[in-house]
Nanobody
Framework: EVQLVESGGGLVQAGGSLRLSCAAP????????IGWFRQAPGKDREGVSC????????YYADSVKGRFTISSDNAKNTVYLQMNNLKPEDTAVYYC?????????????????????WGQGTQVTVSS
């Protein structure tokens, strides 16, 4: 059974850090790219970052570059999103998702419909 399970969300003050985890048992990271998306109330779902273990590539939205880092532990089938210097505008539900292709990965951040499997989400709240 394939599933994605996010964890690590919470409440943090502006300037603080959180590390989100996406456990992905059943997924072969050679075949699937993993992305992080977020959605704030009343806003569209936004691509945050994505990673291809197959090609060793990672991409970020401009809004998080230099603050967020995506990584994967293939042995644990887990992808992480380290979020530093958090801002109130980072407040959202964060989702991880799996895409059955590692090609054109950067563009996939702008098209969440390209992702085939989704986790249930984890809330991140940044207070000012």
């Amino acid at each position: 059974e394939v599933q994605l399970v996010e964890s690590g969300g919470g409440l943090v003050q502006a300037g603080g850090s959180l590390r989100l985890s996406c456990a992905a048992p059943g997924f072969n990271f050679d075949d699937y790219a993993i992305g992080w998306f977020r959605q704030a109330p009343g806003k569209d779902r936004e691509g945050v970052s994505c990673i291809s273990s197959r090609f060793g590539s990672a991409y970020y939205a401009d809004s998080v570059k230099g603050r967020f880092t995506i990584s994967s532990d293939n042995a644990k089938n887990t992808v992480y999103l380290q979020m530093n210097n958090l801002k109130p505008e980072d407040t959202a539900v964060y989702y991880c998702a799996a895409r059955g292709s590692n090609w054109y990965l950067e563009a996939s951040l702008r098209s969440w419909t390209e992702y085939d499997y989704w986790g249930q989400g984890t809330q991140v709240t940044v207070s000012s």
